[in-house]
Every structure is written in structure tokens, then in C-alpha cells.
């Protein structure tokens, strides 16, 4: 009896064969290296150790512009 697409797609096995191996794993953040940002309200997990700066400067870049899009009044 041959499997309608529509069941396969719906089948867990199939959609497991597409998640990377990491991923699957418990506590997928293993070899991870964890910046807090915030004050402790936000964490990022990088791999490399050495982008930690520019990780900080991006997430202050993109927070400081986000902020400014709603702070901002428009002028009359």
C-alpha cells in the first residue's frame, strides 16, 4: 500500500530526517557559548568566542534603532 504524499509529509520520521543532528540532541546549546545582554534579560548563544564584541555591538545597534522607530514623535 503506497503512502499519499500528503501522510508522509504528516509523518514524524520524515520530518526528523530533515533536522540537523545537533538539533535533536537535548540541550542543543551544547558547545555554545552564552552572552548575557540586558542585564540578564536577554541571552544569545554564539559558537565562536571571538565574535562575542561584535555579537554586543550588533544586538545594541538593532535594540538602540528599534527603540528610536517607536520613541520617535512625528514632527508637525
Do not use: Q
Amino acid at each position: 500500500m503506497k503512502k499519499t504524499t500528503l501522510e508522509y509529509r504528516m509523518m514524524l520520521e520524515h520530518n526528523r530526517l530533515k533536522i540537523p543532528n545537533a538539533k535533536l540532541e537535548t540541550g542543543s546549546v551544547t558547545g555554545l557559548f552564552p552572552i548575557i545582554l540586558d542585564g540578564g534579560r536577554t541571552t544569545i548563544f554564539i559558537s565562536d568566542l571571538a565574535k562575542e564584541a561584535e555579537t554586543r555591538e550588533r544586538y545594541n545597534l538593532r535594540r538602540d534603532s528599534r527603540l528610536n522607530i517607536f520613541t520617535k514623535k512625528p514632527k508637525v
